[in-house]
């Protein structure tokens, strides 16, 4: 049995519905993005004033790849109204009269396809500023597994609205939008979409024929990718020959460690530690160890106990219901509680396991209050699954070295590091470093060293001998 073909009165009710639908789901894109353009104002200001030869703050890489994502899901949200109202943009008037579309619902599809567009194209101009600096693009660029942003998914986006498909498209409907002229009064959904597109600075630039200006051209982009991956390739190289020398020698242990399978350090490690604490540790006997500067050649971070972490309300929490943080949880319950940054990535272990040391140092952050505490464990879990950062660089996010799980876990710290080859690095003894001091942020709360345990009196003065 057929159904009955809608009425040219039925199809236009069901239509305007549809887009009614569809402008309620735009305006709050279109007011997110104002907001989004603003931040990204703030930070530009904020972030050309940084100091030379400085690496980018813990807290200011968690606000650019939080901010990159939270911007690509805009712009996606925003590109998938386009697609909805393609018809308007597409389809020609002479058409849609055939169809029995009336003006109104017409005026309304052109309104909201266009509004979708010019919001999309004035977040992308927002961008260029930042995107004009070098250091910053191939940032944001990289991929992130913790953040969910694939490797050149900025650069997908901006090839997209280069397209001249694209171009073409906004043009078309700028040509076919009648802003209010010749309207009647009253429809409150056509107001507020004649309000945007006037508003928009995407808008006035296709008026004044100065789009071109603003935006790069398509051969200027693919130059510029083009230089961006002939940089990449050179920290690829480096990234190969430190991965292969570190796979060749990281396997060389002479013995096991003076802590390994002791009882009794088991124990009262497992009495002292709490959720965050640091461990930072000395393995003589690995072939590793001589090729680390400083005394400590590891840095991992104590996850804490199932009912720790449960207390603490991490599992319940928004940005830990991704499925691949959520098996994260039957790990801990396993006891399983050490994050660190090993060869084959960053993973959670037992603190048996880990405890195949000669020395052991227990550090505290001292400042953190329980939603911060909660915050970074969620920013260590995050940092599970990502591969070992064989270029050693704080400000890769995306791969990690044993000593940069500090660096991005406890974001408030004002970190030690130093310049090498052009990037960043932090050492375990750097770590180390913000135990000492009159307002420290880490209180040392137990030191093994040579196998034994330092008496609590002696154990900062020995520690402070051996990392400076």
Known sequence: MTSEPLTSNEQNAHIGAELDAATRQLEPLVEESSEVRERMEAFRRRYEHRGPHTPLSPATLHEIRKGTKHYLDL??????MTVRTEPFATVSTAALDRHGVEPVVREKGVAASLAAATTLYDNYIAMLPLLADKHFRRLVNRPDLGYGIGKDDLWHMVRQLNNPHSRKRLVHLVDRWQGGQGRSPGDPTLEALDETIASSATYRHVQDATLARVLPTTAL??????????????????????????????????????????????????????????????????????????????AAIWMGKAKEIRRLGVWKDDAMQEERLQACRPLIEEGRGVLEALRPGVELNALRVFANVDDLAILRPTHLKRSEKRESLIRGFHQVGKEYDF??????????????????VYPGV???????????????????????????????????????????????????????
Not at 276 to 288: A, Q, S
Not at 391 to 408: K, Q
Request: aromatic fraction near 8%; proline fraction near 4%; glycine fraction near 8%.
């Open 391 to 408: 270029n050693f660089d704080v400000e890769t996010t995306g791969t990690i070295v044993c000593s940069e799980l500090p660096y991005h």
């Open 75 to 80: 712009q996606e949200g925003l590109a998938d």
């Open 221 to 298: 982009a693919r130059r510029v990718r083009a230089l961006d991956g002939l940089a990449e390739l050179g920290d690829s190289a480096m990234y190969a020959v430190s991965e292969a020398f570190g796979n060749a020698i990281g396997s060389v242990e002479m013995r096991k460690g003076k802590l390994w399978q002791r009882e009794d350090v088991l124990g009262h490690l497992h009495r002292v530690l709490q959720p965050l604490d640091l461990l930072l540790e000395k393995t003589p006997f690995r072939l590793t160890d001589y090729f680390i500067p400083g005394h400590f050649g590891h």
């Open 414 to 468: 004002e970190w030690t590091t130093e310049e090498q080859l052009g990037r960043f690095t932090i050492s375990p003894d750097q770590v180390a470093l913000q135990a000492l001091g009159g307002d420290a942020a880490f209180k040392l709360i137990a030191f093994y060293h040579d196998g034994a345990l330092v008496p609590q009196r002696d154990a900062l003065r020995t520690m402070k001998a051996l990392v400076t």
